[in-house]
């Protein structure tokens, strides 16, 4: 059994992204797994680096204080799960908050002497899987874009932090003009990744 940390980043409490949350949630537990879920909005988590936080960044005594509970569920966690939409073809600020503010030096990555490449810290982390929703067309985030956010998290944050994790990515596409039949396809496909995780 795995403890799973489930990360969701989205306002509306029936959003598209709440109902891909509960779904990955159900298949983690029907495993076996045991899910903490994390839901940015409805725990109110502040985005913004704090003044004493960004100052004592490079010190070494950042300051965690703030974010103590949030870190604690992340060591505690072997695999983690992201849900959210993407806008603008970017995660939303309280996602990217997170990351600002929860994958610091000391928690998620060392520096190093020269401040050349960092020294992951998540090194227990055995998987990672982000699931998005974008308005946009396939096409678009693909060939105008470059898949970004893909990009982003795969390449700038885990494999900065946690090379080890496997890393996948599922997102639904022309979002705004789903109907029920694609998204329950899309749902169903959430439930099978999460449950081989």
């Known amino acids: 059994m795995a403890q799973v940390l489930l990360i969701l980043a989205h306002p509306l409490e029936d959003s598209f992204c709440a109902a891909i949350a509960a779904r990955a949630a159900a298949a983690l537990e029907a495993g076996g797994d045991g899910v903490d879920v994390l839901d940015l909005y409805r725990e109110d988590f502040d985005p913004h680096l704090s003044r004493s936080e960004r100052l004592r960044y490079y010190t070494d005594r950042p300051d965690h204080s703030a974010v103590a509970?949030?870190?604690?569920?992340?060591?505690?966690a072997d695999?983690?799960?992201?849900?959210?939409?993407?806008?603008?073809?970017?995660?939303?600020a309280?996602?990217?908050?997170?990351?600002?503010?929860?994958?610091?030096?000391?928690?998620?990555?060392?520096?190093?002497?020269?401040?050349?490449?960092?020294?992951?810290?998540?090194?227990?982390?055995?998987?990672?899987?982000?699931?998005?929703?974008?308005?946009?067309?396939?096409?678009?985030?693909?060939l105008f874009m470059g898949y970004p956010v893909d990009r982003q998290l795969?390449?700038?944050?885990?494999?900065?932090?946690?090379?080890?994790?496997?890393?996948?990515?599922?997102?639904?596409y022309d979002t705004e003009k789903i109907d029920a039949a694609r998204r329950e396809r899309f749902l169903k496909r959430v439930e099978r990744t999460a449950a081989t995780l």
Do not use: E
């Not at 509970?69 to 505690?76: G, P």
């Not at 000391?106 to 974008?134: E, K, N, W």
């Open 69 to 76: 509970d949030q870190i604690r569920r992340l060591q505690a």
């Open 79 to 92: 695999k983690v799960v992201l849900v959210f939409p993407q806008w603008w073809f970017n995660m939303p």
């Open 94 to 142: 309280v996602l990217k908050g997170y990351f600002d503010r929860v994958f610091q030096p000391g928690v998620a990555f060392d520096h190093t002497p020269g401040y050349g490449q960092i020294r992951p810290r998540l090194t227990s982390l055995q998987a990672v899987l982000a699931v998005s929703t974008l308005g946009s067309a396939r096409w678009v985030s693909a």
């Open 154 to 172: 795969r390449r700038g944050i885990v494999r900065a932090c946690a090379p080890q994790a496997r890393f996948r990515m599922l997102t639904c």
